[in-house]
């Protein structure tokens, strides 16, 4: 998940049930740890690209295709 402003943060934990933040939180880590186990690459699509992190979580790099072969 990505939040633009403080507002739409405070929105979502307001409005948010506590199962919910913790699927988010979970899936947030597991991805995280996925990243880390892969040399710090996740790949995206079924098209191809990539994104690498930082061992803090922050993406440094990332590659996708944009061009669809139909």
Known sequence: ?????MSELV???SSADSATLVN????????????RSNENEIEIGEHGG???IDEMGYVVE?????NVCE
């Open 62 to 66: 990332e590659f996708a295709i944009d």
């Open 50 to 52: 990539f994104i690498r």
């Open 24 to 35: 988010v939180a979970a899936f947030g880590m597991d991805l995280l740890d996925l990243a």
């Open 1 to 5: 998940m990505i939040f633009n402003t």
């Open 11 to 13: 929105g979502f934990l």
